[in-house]
């Protein structure tokens, strides 16, 4: 398997080298495009990335069965400016969307323009956060707003209504996309964007994936009591796993069901079965009564827990994707990529979250088939 050199920018001209090369085939002959497109999923928490501890066969597979890029960068590590760069194939600073709470400009061209005048259909569906809706570039869109919700989200279509539905949000998007492809136009290729809204904070796994990986005590990673010695703004930084990570938003300890917006939008049996999980961890957690490198390393593996079993059930959803491009023949001529909008820190140098340009931020997943 070939290994190659990319950034996001690269990923831009990659798939306008692509419509380059669709441009002299008939609509019949031109490969459709899906993309599967995550957040904050580190390219460390995959095995096709050398995780031997959690499994992403799906992720994996698309790797095994197509190209894996090793040293694939953004440039803006944040929801959505990274997005915005891929739409644009510009820097934040050119695109005008530099930092997240804005409203992203769409007078501008994206290159689903250029599908779109190809012949394509071409669909958003999931997270997309640019603060506004696509005024072209898309036939249809069915967008969380902003960041969106794990459980019973909203979602809001291209006829501007917003509807919230029952569930939870990665098998919602996988539901709702499958079911554009199973209404479209087939006499057109199609362009998809499966927009997820994991692996982001507050790391919300489905009910099905609680404790799946409670059996495993993750290794420290060998810098996670780096001491930033003689680099003042890592030492001044605001993502530690021990200062900023935060016991009852983040680790479920001590929920506020009531008055916590998180969770007040769980049904009675979704609370139930979130109840009885996170009771016991809060039990275990007052037994201990833990304190110094204790607390940051018991913290540190409610941590990866959560985050990883949100991501097991993003890779679920990409295998029933994959499964249903299988039954369908789609896969002989479909192109499948996934992706993160940056990477993320589990850990290293003592932190989460993405807020610092070091590798473990900028690089990201890329795999594509």
């Given at each position: 398997?070939?290994?190659?050199?990319y950034?996001?920018?690269?990923?831009y001209?990659?798939i306008?080298?692509?419509?380059?090369?669709?441009?002299?085939?008939?609509?019949q002959?031109r490969?459709?495009?899906?993309v599967?497109f995550?957040?904050?999923?580190a390219?460390?928490a995959?095995g096709?990335y050398?995780?031997?501890?959690?499994?992403?066969?799906n992720?994996d597979r698309?790797?095994r069965?197509g190209?894996i890029?090793?040293n694939?960068?953004?440039?803006n590590?944040i929801c959505?400016?990274s997005?915005?760069?891929?739409?644009?194939?510009?820097y934040?600073h050119?695109?005008?969307?530099r930092?997240?709470?804005?409203k992203?400009?769409?007078?501008?061209?994206?290159?689903t323009?250029?599908?779109?005048?190809?012949?394509?259909?071409?669909a958003?569906?999931?997270k997309?956060?640019?603060?506004n809706l696509?005024?072209?570039?898309f036939?249809?869109?069915?967008?969380?707003?902003g960041q969106?919700?794990y459980y019973?989200p909203?979602?809001?279509?291209?006829?501007?209504?917003?509807?919230?539905?029952?569930?939870?949000?990665?098998?919602?998007?996988?539901q709702f996309?499958l079911?554009?492809?199973?209404?479209?136009d087939?006499?057109?290729?199609?362009?998809?964007?499966?927009?997820?809204?994991?692996?982001?904070r507050?790391w919300?796994p489905?009910?099905?994936?609680?404790?799946?990986?409670?059996?495993?005590?993750?290794?420290l990673?060998?810098?996670?009591?780096?001491d930033?010695?003689?680099?003042q703004?890592?030492?001044?930084?605001?993502?530690t796993?021990d200062?900023?990570?935060r016991l009852t938003?983040?680790?479920?300890?001590?929920i506020?069901?009531?008055?916590t917006?998180?969770?007040?939008?769980f049904n009675?049996?979704q609370r139930?079965v979130f109840k009885?999980y996170y009771d016991?961890i809060?039990?275990?957690?007052d037994?201990?009564k833990?304190?110094g490198?204790?607390?940051?390393?018991?913290?540190?593996?409610r941590?990866?827990k959560d985050?990883?079993a949100v991501?097991k059930?993003?890779d679920r959803?990409?295998?029933e994707?994959?499964?249903?491009?299988?039954?369908?023949?789609?896969a002989?001529?479909?192109?499948?990529i996934?992706?993160?909008d940056?990477?993320?820190?589990?850990?290293?140098?003592?932190?989460?979250d993405?807020?610092?340009?070091?590798?473990e931020?900028?690089?990201?997943?890329f795999?594509?088939?």
């Amino acid at each position: 398997m070939k290994k190659h050199t990319y950034n996001r920018l690269v990923q831009y001209w990659l798939i306008c080298a692509l419509l380059c090369c669709i441009s002299s085939l008939n609509a019949q002959q031109r490969p459709n495009i899906l993309v599967i497109f995550s957040d904050d999923h580190a390219y460390q928490a995959t095995g096709v990335y050398g995780n031997k501890l959690v499994a992403t066969p799906n992720i994996d597979r698309i790797g095994r069965e197509g190209a894996i890029l090793t040293n694939n960068f953004v440039t803006n590590s944040i929801c959505g400016p990274s997005r915005a760069t891929l739409l644009t194939g510009q820097y934040s600073h050119i695109n005008g969307y530099r930092f997240n709470e804005r409203k992203f400009d769409f007078n501008q061209p994206v290159f689903t323009d250029q599908l779109q005048q190809q012949g394509y259909q071409t669909a958003w569906i999931g997270k997309m956060h640019l603060g506004n809706l696509p005024t072209h570039g898309f036939n249809y869109y069915s967008l969380l707003p902003g960041q969106g919700d794990y459980y019973n989200p909203d979602f809001i279509n291209d006829k501007h209504d917003t509807v919230r539905y029952t569930g939870y949000v990665t098998d919602l998007i996988t539901q709702f996309s499958l079911g554009w492809l199973d209404k479209r136009d087939t006499s057109k290729p199609f362009f998809l964007v499966v927009g997820e809204k994991a692996t982001h904070r507050e790391w919300l796994p489905s009910p099905e994936d609680l404790g799946a990986y409670d059996s495993i005590n993750f290794p420290l990673p060998a810098n996670f009591y780096d001491d930033y010695n003689n680099r003042q703004a890592a030492a001044d930084q605001d993502m530690t796993v021990d200062k900023t990570m935060r016991l009852t938003e983040d680790l479920k300890v001590h929920i506020d069901y009531e008055h916590t917006n998180i969770y007040n939008r769980f049904n009675d049996e979704q609370r139930k079965v979130f109840k009885n999980y996170y009771d016991k961890i809060t039990s275990e957690f007052d037994e201990k009564k833990l304190t110094g490198k204790a607390l940051v390393e018991w913290k540190y593996q409610r941590y990866l827990k959560d985050y990883y079993a949100v991501a097991k059930s993003l890779d679920r959803n990409i295998g029933e994707i994959l499964a249903y491009l299988d039954s369908t023949g789609l896969a002989k001529n479909t192109v499948v990529i996934y992706a993160s909008d940056q990477g993320f820190y589990l850990g290293e140098h003592g932190w989460f979250d993405k807020r610092f340009m070091y590798e473990e931020s900028l690089r990201s997943i890329f795999v594509m088939r």
